[in-house]
């Protein structure tokens, strides 16, 4: 009985891990020795896979487009959200709470539901296919998230910093920005690191409104796609390590906040 | 005070305006459009859009894929999200706690979550595939066309994917859950002799209502999007054995080209996930803890 417990958490961490550290493992293998065994070893490691993959498969552009745009996205999302959350929870009016409804209400239905005439609307708007419309939706369809983490932790500050603040003779928006955003700053971190993870594994809409120019993950899906007739195996497995190792990274670096932002959608 | 409430409305107008028209032009608009658009037939942006009626949702009716997609999306949420729910409670019971070693595994489990599904579905792909697979040498050769190329393994296949993908992050919410349940009633339950199923079922159970409430919103959303994940391991494939509404959907506004038909999916789906809602909303009414105080 006493090692009933670790016997199954070891077993569960154990399927988890070997799929994972097989694909790196694979990924600096030549494509003879992926076909000849899962276990083969080749020496000296084949590290052109990642050249390939970078290089004659486009992954580095597509590697550098996604960090454009996640990067972006966050910086045009982050203030953008916050100051929703902090309007819609600290100056109520009457429909503030109705707002705040249909805003949150988008992370009830997948963002592909709406797939046809948004990409019409790109269209008309001359903005598919470009860095820029997809960073703009990317940030409406991370509001809903957004605003619903941060209201909760904008809500939870007591109106009488405002108040005492205000008497001191500051503006609103120096109380935004001085006051109010520094002592939310554990809010913004977790709107910070799962919008980040999440934008730089989005797949859904970059595959709808991006024709010539991929992120990461639609190119790999791409090279899947292509390659598994081909059977350049090396280059599929060096590209999800690419798309893999900058988010497992951040995951090692930062392992308590990551947990925090991965739950904190679920509870506060 | 007149300049006070102009500088304080003007404050509140800058805050939400820029949000609000984003939202609204690239979610709430489209999300409404579908239903119109649903009622005709185009294919692209160039073509014109005559108007046909119900006829999109009569093909989707007589479409095989279409009920396929429904029948999978339908098999996800009522047998293979309370399998995923159900181990994700056992290995929470394991896992949780401050040992290292329980601290370094919840670590792990984490992962699936944070890496790009795509990434996941190649791992997955690849582990089944009939010359590559990591399956093939431990002696799980199966079906001839491969685990994701039968036409009967193929949805079981899927469904263990869908599981390792998502377990991590209910393992940890339900952790959280049972890390959050006073000492005290562990100490009760000790006294009275209360252990194994029964503590689960009349202490444990009971008191994680709202964190099973919580992960049963999010598996119902995740269970009825099922899409990166298909898209990229089987794309539907055999016959529509692994076909998703999403992707589904998909498949009709790109490689059909069938734009008002992949609306009227987009609009079975919207009203399938509001039903769901609604269920879900009758099941967690009410905490069954709040009427005995």
New interface residues.
Partial sequence: MRYLRPIFMVIFALSVVLPVAWVFFSSVKSNMDITKSPFAVTIPPAWDNFEKAWKKQDLGAAFLFSLMVTTLTIVVLIPLGSMMAYALSKYKFKGSGAILGIVTMGMLFPNLLAAVPLFLTMVKIGLDDTLIGLVMAYVAYSLSFTVFVLHGFFSALPDELGEAATIDGAGHWSLFLRVMMPLAKPGIWVVLIFNAIGLWNEYNLAKILMLQQKTLPVGLSDLISQQQYAGDWGSIFAGAVLVMVPVLTLYLVLKDKVQQAMLAGAIK | MAGQDI??TG??L???V???V??A???????V??VQ?STFRFSG?STKMVPNGIENFQKLWESEQFWWALRNNFTILVVVAPILLALSM??AH??VGDSK??RG???????????????A???????YHP????LR?TGLKGPQDGWLGDLNTAFPSFAVAFI?VS???YT??YC??LAGIPAEVHEACELEGARGWRKYLWITRPLMWP?RR??AV?VT?AS??V??LV??MTDGAPSNRTETM?NA??RM??IEGS?GK??AM?VV??CV?ALS?AVLWVMFRKNPLEGRR
């Fill in positions: 500088r304080r404050f509140v800058a805050c939400l820029p949000g609000l984003l939202y032009g690239l979610v709430i608009v489209p999300f459009r579908t658009l942006v056992a290995l394991a896992a070693l329980a595994m919840r670590t792990v489990y984490l992962f699936p979550n944070l890496i790009s599904l795509v990434a579905a190649l791992i997955w792909r690849a582990v010359t590559v697979g990591l040498s390792w377990m991590g992050f940890m919410l959280a859950g964190v919580v992960a999010h959303i009825l999007g899409f990166a898209n990229v999403l959907l998909y506004m790109t734009f992949a609306a987009g789906m919207m996930t809602s």
